[in-house]
């Protein structure tokens, strides 16, 4: 399991986002809003995640740190 926390660091960022847009999320929602694209922010911050973590990817798939040689 370490191996794949030493592999994959940039998950733990991803999943405290996911936790921080959620509860973002659940509180619009409690108090009757509808979550509209005026949080454009939110998607803003989705798309920045993405692109880094698929540029951070395709940067070690490139030089041949993951997946890791056996």
Known sequence: MGAAWAD????VLAV?????IGSFLT???SRGQRPTIRYSWLTVFA?????SLVTIW???LGV?????PL
């Open 47 to 51: 798309i920045v995640n993405t692109v």
């Open 8 to 11: 994959h660091p940039w998950v």
């Open 27 to 29: 509180v619009v929602v």
């Open 64 to 68: 041949g740190t993951i997946p890791r």
């Open 58 to 60: 395709s940067i070690r």
């Open 16 to 20: 405290m986002q996911l936790l921080a």
